[in-house]
């Protein structure tokens, strides 16, 4: 990406990380289908490797996300 | 019709051919091993000694079940309603009820439908494979209790090489079953010749006449002849790969004649006074000829079962795509072709459940219970999407489009409940899984657009820290970042919380958003666009096909 002025061998990939917290508010999905999503989301493929970015490019950055 | 099927006479002839032999190989492995198992089915339920007209009748409805659904419906009707080309319930659900507007109740019937063609997916390589291997009990009884353990083997073998792909062998995998249909039509015209009179079951009033005499035995025998179109959606759903022309060649020359004789042969010899105990299909060949037959068989079962699983993982990449199924790890196995991808987390559900069902049925026939319910129920919701496209992209009257879906839903629904009378013999496993595969795909969607909303709220607008950046209180630093975000025209939390905390920011920063789009390919020209938001700051958005798997180095790296 010459134009922007990126040099794609030595550029920083940031990626948010959620960790998903099903919320005691019983607002939303039932508490059980928050579970479950929230353990789909743990066993989920990793946003930097399903977007195929380099191993040694990538800061992943964790957060937690009530729903 | 679509653009697709215009094109397909300019191809040259030769080309045509080529990509009817490798369609061959791919759409029809399911469809063609069904004489394995149909017409053993069928008479499990007339009982050992049938009388002619039940033979006939049963002959009868085969034929026109595989003309109407097949030829009439997929070939004719299915395969001209595409989505930019690519066909199957997927992308016709996306088609209907994505594109345009939002319909929460299309998407429930495509999503259902597609989650039933997993639970057949598991169960079509244990049945196709068992019947192919139950043709030893009529060259060596003795050898009847090694056809379960073989299955098995061949079976764990099969999903097991999944990940290296099957790119090498898959050349194959056409001629192989060209000579598989030249073979059993052969076997069939050998089979006719011993009973000649069976061609009167082409008149349909044999299969009428004995739907209105049987009875309730007469209508679950249906469940039976369902059988014989199992294969048939596929023809729809892998439309993209070989474009509708190969794969109307390759029916109406090939695999409609070769099932048409393989089928009639059967009952011939059955009307000759055949013995009806073991698999009907083998009774057709020399004695001589049975080993090589078996052997045949059994490579073409697998090839159709290498193409179920192939086809559950390209069913899978678009449900992720569209956000209805967790993110899974897709492999690329080789760089171009068909089945050029591995999903682990399928091959292994599929492969459990597929063990599962060949060692706790035991026999084809009591896995011929379990099977049929899915597809036609599948069928069904596709014969419902059907009639929506008529109406909304043919702009067909509602009488005319009324006409032809009812003629469809009667079809499908009558084989629908037919099927439902096998629930508790074993029909019940598929509609379970499914049920299963739905409820993850609905919990999936909503909890995800749920963070969605999440994140959306507790974002800052991009203008507000634009100023940021501009008060020069955040020190640039040499080198540049990517920020990827959901969250396309505001601030992405993963730049904010980098800005909070190191106070600083890369020289030059690009946020990133990936969007898929409701058709399955983007144009390269249009997949990325970039806009200048600040001093060295830019703004960039990828858009994807449902049919696509994002390489975003690659796509960033095609930018100029």
Known sequence: ?67 | MSSQATAAPTHPNGRLALAALAALGVVFGDIGTSPLYTLKTVLDYTGPHPDPAAVLGALSLILWTLFLITTVKYVNFAMRVDNDGEGGIIALMTLLGVKTHHRPIIISVGLFGAALIYGDGAITPAISVLSALEGVEQIAPGLTAYVLPAATVILLALFAVQPFGTAAIGRAFGPIMLAWFLIIAALGVYGIMQHPAVFVAINPLYGIDYLMRGGLQGFLVLGGVFLCVTGAEALYADMGHFGPGPIRLAWNVVVFPALILNYAGQAAIVLAGAPTEGNIFYRLCPAPLLTPLIVLATIATVIASQSIITGAYSMTRQAIQLGWLPRMTIKQTSEEGYGQIYVGTVNWFLMIVTLGLTIGFGKSDNLAAAYGIAVSATMLMTSVLLFIAMREIWHWPVAAAGAVAALFIIVDGSFFAANMAKVTEGGWVPLLLASIVYGVMWIWHTGATAVQKRVESEVTPLPAFLELLQSGKVARVPGSAVFFTRAKDQTPPVLAWHVRHNRALHETALTLTMTVLSVPRVDEEERLTVEREGDHFWRAEVKLGFMEHPDIPDILASAR
């Not at chain 1, 990406?1 to 990126?6: E, K, L, S, T, W």
């Not at chain 1, 940031?14 to 917290?21: A, K, L, N, R």
């Not at chain 1, 990793?46 to 380099?54: E, G, I």
């Open chain 1, 1 to 67: 990406m010459r134009g922007v002025g990126i040099d794609l061998d030595d550029v920083t990939y940031y990626v948010g990380s959620e960790t998903i917290v099903p919320a005691e508010d019983g607002k939303g999905l039932p508490r059980w289908q928050e579970a479950l999503f929230a353990a789909m989301g743990r066993n989920a493929a990793r946003m930097s490797d399903y977007l195929q970015l380099p191993y040694d490019q990538v800061v992943e950055i964790g957060r937690e996300i009530e729903i």
